[in-house]
């Protein structure tokens, strides 16, 4: 006699009401905070756990219902605790520090040797220089700590605690530094490409024209700008 179990495994298995609502409150959480993972109960949860019924849906839907978080944000309605509402350090609230975590909401410009970084969203400002060692960039951040980065990640402590859930404010930093930096790179590469084909314009000269069925076949040579 076919039970429903064997008919579910037979196809892809359907997802529960509440597995659904868990990932879509995880996948929301990752869009706001660039974070793929929640912590719950000293545990880091991702929505392929959930997926996978690794983790109980239950489990992330009581968590985000506390509104919570056991790593300090909050969700839709966070409640900052009283010894990080603004008046600590960097004047932020944790939903507002956690945005500096996010490398797209940076407005980046050149400013002598370095560069000056911007958030976009929450008042806060870094400046950054190129360090000594190969590939460093030296971040100053808006609390004014100063760390060395490079492509491995930072020194601060925030990163050596949190780097595998998310970037810390001076690696969010570096990585706009270095989207500016590509797009002005291929900016000035835009330019001279431009510039070369108004000195040089491509020429090119038929050789042959020659029917084929439905059509003709055209062949020419084509000259490019010298050096190009
Ligand atoms: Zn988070
Ligand atoms: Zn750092």
């Given at each position: 006699m076919?039970?429903?179990?064997?008919?579910?495994?037979?196809?892809?298995?359907?997802?529960?009401?509440?597995?659904?609502?868990?990932?879509?409150?995880?996948?929301?959480?990752?869009?706001?905070?660039?974070s793929s993972a929640v912590k719950i109960n000293h545990q880091w949860v991702n929505a392929?756990?959930?997926r996978r019924g690794e983790v109980d849906a239950a489990?992330?839907?009581?968590?985000?219902?506390?509104?919570?978080?056991?790593?300090?944000?909050?969700?839709?309605?966070?409640?900052?605790s009283k010894k990080e509402r603004p008046g600590s350090r960097d004047g932020l609230t944790p939903e507002q520090r956690?945005?500096?975590?996010?490398?797209r909401l940076y407005r980046v410009q050149k400013e002598?040797?370095?560069?000056?970084?911007?958030?976009?969203?929450?008042?806060?400002?870094?400046?950054?220089?190129?360090g000594d060692g190969h590939g460093e960039l030296v971040v100053t951040s808006n609390t004014n700590g100063t760390y060395v980065t490079t492509s491995e990640?930072?020194?601060?402590?925030?990163?050596?605690?949190?780097?595998?859930?998310?970037?810390c404010k001076h690696m969010a930093v570096r990585r706009a530094v270095e989207a500016f930096c590509a797009e002005?790179?291929?900016?000035?590469?835009?330019?001279?490409?431009?510039?070369?084909?108004?000195?040089?314009?491509?020429?090119?000269?038929?050789v042959s024209i020659t029917d084929a069925p439905g059509g003709?076949?055209?062949?020419y040579q084509q000259f490019f700008p010298a050096g190009g």
């Open positions: 076919p039970s429903v179990t064997q008919t579910a495994q037979n196809g892809p298995v359907p997802y529960t009401q509440a597995q659904k609502q868990a990932i879509r409150l995880i996948t929301d959480h990752q869009f706001r905070f660039g392929e756990h959930v489990v992330v839907l009581a968590h985000f219902a506390n509104g919570q978080q056991a790593n300090g944000h909050g969700t839709d309605a966070p409640k900052p956690h945005q500096l975590y996010n490398a002598g040797e370095g560069w000056l970084i911007e958030h976009t969203e929450v008042p806060a400002q870094f400046t950054a220089c190129r990640g930072c020194h601060c402590p925030d990163f050596e605690k949190h780097h595998e859930e998310r970037d002005q790179r291929a900016e000035k590469e835009r330019r001279e490409q431009a510039s070369a084909i108004r000195e040089f314009p491509p020429a090119v000269k038929v003709y076949v055209v062949t």
